[in-house]
């Protein structure tokens, strides 16, 4: 008989003595051992707080891999310890806490109370994106960066692009403040890979040019953020080339108790450069096996306002407007003002969660984003003989939805420990509205993406130094795309030409993956996968003759990766990583029909094989005493058969007429090899007095074939940027000085295709265009009010610069005062 099976017989005894003969000696009885055992129940509850403030801390990992037990922290710094009775070696981790090693009879001597003190010098924490398993990222061979809640609540970030950014190892590209398109390591776009609670969000129709799908995920419900860098194809097949973004939302979380726990926050955020107004609010309700989970938000943001100091080549002294049926080209009053540029966005959650008992966890998820219409401002900034080129150039509104259902299963079998299954529907609507200058005729053109996925992840311990990861992916894609001409004057219609064809694309895989423990101090990991994908698309010859009236394209793809970690000591960590990856061409490669750039359209090419990235990593960690971190990581990447727009021949011509003007034909052909190299650099200093110095340094350069054979400069490897930030953290405020800077980049280190983009750059002593350098320097505070108030506030761009990113098409913003009131309840 247990303990706790004994308490409950002598409870029970207790009970039928009161029964029996109800004496104030036998109510006693009950009413202590009652007592005694719901203090021992509740003794379970872990507390873990900040231990300069007493604050609780949330998301604090409780961990023990040989028994493959997983727990973690809610708002109340609460967590139920109880399958961890008897477990000798219990890792507790926090990012930005020091690590505490314990066990669970130390933990019951401290009343299940724990204090973690500050330090943001550790080499060790738990991640998801590296296999799609919880595991401690020691063990990983590539560069995984995590991005805070707490680094989320203090620097308010506007939009999920922004979010990535503050990580100081992310480059964000705007064309439009409804955007934010993520460079990592020389790759951006459709060689880049989104998941949202594991789930892929690349579609087939997301592009080679720059994309904005990352707005869609709303930053307020974001529960933690993962950027993998280097090749990733493995465990996440196609796209996987430059690196990948895992979000995962805010998960509902069950009463630890007998109580419901209803529990909250609520905010309201305003910032004085595009006088944005944002309400967010989020409430959990949980019980013992259910727990549901809402959240809302809703963002209104005005054009956007530059700085003062800055090439003058940025601003855009006029706008079109539309007046007594005519287009005028009209003055703006202020300068700085980046119109249009305004626009709106809303998103909603819901979340499901339901847990039989230990072994079984269910969970449904419901995703809505939409936002309103908005301007494309480089395109509006883009002239023709002294006039603007369009009267309007606007996205429609894009919207995203996803219904999901995740099933983990956690109990030892024969062929695994856990599993997982991940299904999930996504809905995916975007258009785009344009209409020349004093022209009558707009072009509409819609897209509609419908996304299923199934995905099955295995994880086995097969030695007590050996673990298995299999799965397998199913994904299916239908594309709808329609086009439209409207007369504005008459408000007659007519189909026009679609920007895709009708279209379906599949991809099935296979994946095994083996991570080794060597010794305490070396770990091996090794994966491959096999992956074979299938497009049919049907085109239209009504508005355009077509050489063909289908493509069929089917092919495979097999990748994988090779990796050591090695761990001398505490202090030091090797990693090296050898790796492959691929994309397979999708619909907008093989489909799409667009002006590229001023007299230039791309036509279909069915004819296009995967590309192949080979990538190598060495990275190095160390920690000095107990106040300095260092972390470098270097890396090589070459991609072969590589997309790329090039010259192409229609129907054997090399000039066609496209939306009334004569246009160069192009096409995304395998017609080049790239390589990208680099260098991740970051440091932490420990200062006295509660001060915390840190910096993220990166270096890239990427070249790719042109025409001819000969070599250019990659158009998604930005110059040298950084992050440098001093932080001080008090018994309650929380101030945080930085600075975010880009190095210059040349006309000669521009991509070809892009030096003739006068609408994106300055202009250099020469009349050419190019990228000049910048910085911000910034300040942001956090301080609670009372305990379920907090007041976030900063001031962004203190100096007022004019500055536009690498590639952007609007300027950032100028001085910009942001503050935010957050509730909790």
Known sequence: MTHRTSQFVVIAKCFHRMFLNPSKTNIFCFIGLFLFVTVQLNAQTLTVTNAATGEPLEMVAIWNEANNLYAITNSKGQ????????????????????????????????????????????????VLSGTRWRQTNRYLPYKIETISKRDVVLQNPQTAADLLEISGKVFIQKSQQGGGSPMIRGFSTNRLLYTVDGVRMNNAIFRSGNLQNVISLDAFATESTEVLFGPSSVIYGSDAIGGVMSFQTLTPQFSLDEKTLVKGNAVYRYASANNESTGHFHANVGWKRWA??????????????????????YLKPFFVQRINSEDQVVGQDDKLLQKPSAFSQINVM?????????????????????????????????????????????????LWMMNHINITHTRKRQFFDDFTIRLAHQHFEESRINRRLNNDIQNNQYEQVNATSVNLDFKKAISAGSTLFYGAEYIFNDVNSTGKELDIITSNATAALSRYPESLWQSAAVYLSNEIKLNPKTTLQGGLRYNYFKLNADFDPQFLNFPFTEANVS??????????????????????????????????????????????????????????????????????????????????????????????????EDTIIFQDEPSRVQAIQNAANAYVYGLQFGAEFKLPEGFTFSTDLNFQKGEEETDGGIKGPSRHAPPFFGFSRLTYQGDKLNLQLYTQFQGEQSFENLAIEERSKDEIYAKDRNGNNFSPAWYTLNIKALYPLTENLTLTTGLENITDQRYRPFSSGISGAGRNFIMALRANF
């Open 79 to 126: 967590a139920d310890v109880s399958s961890f009775k008897n477990i000798n070696k219990i890792e507790i981790s926090s990012l930005g806490f020091k690590t505490v090693n314990t066990n669970y009879d130390e933990l019951q001597q401290k009343n299940f109370v724990l204090l973690m003190n500050v330090s943001n010098l550790n080499l060790t924490e738990v």
């Open 292 to 313: 549901f989970l809402t959240s809302v938000t809703s963002q209104n943001y005005d054009h956007l306002r530059q700085g003062r100091h800055g090439p003058d080549d």
């Open 350 to 398: 819901h979340k499901v969660r339901f847990q039989p008992n230990e072994a079984w966890d269910f969970q449904y998820g419901f995703h809505y984003s939409e936002t309103s219409p908005y301007g494309r401002y480089d395109r509006h900034n883009r002239q023709r003989d002294g006039l603007p080129q369009f009267a309007q150039w606007d996205y429609g509104p894009q």
């Open 555 to 652: 092919n495979s793809a097999v990748t994988g990766s090779f990796g050591a970690v090695y761990r001398p000591t505490k202090r030091w960590i090797f990693k090296a990583n050898l790796g492959t990856a691929f994309r397979a061409p999708n619909v907008d490669d093989i489909g799409k029909i667009f002006d590229s750039e001023p007299g230039a359209v791309t036509v279909p090419n069915p004819d296009l094989k995967p590309e192949y990235a080979y990538n190598f990593d060495l990275g190095v960690a160390v920690v000095v005493g107990n106040f300095i971190k260092l972390d470098v990581t270097g890396y090589y990447t070459l991609l072969n058969n590589a997309m790329v727009r090039r010259d192409f021949l229609f129907n054997g």
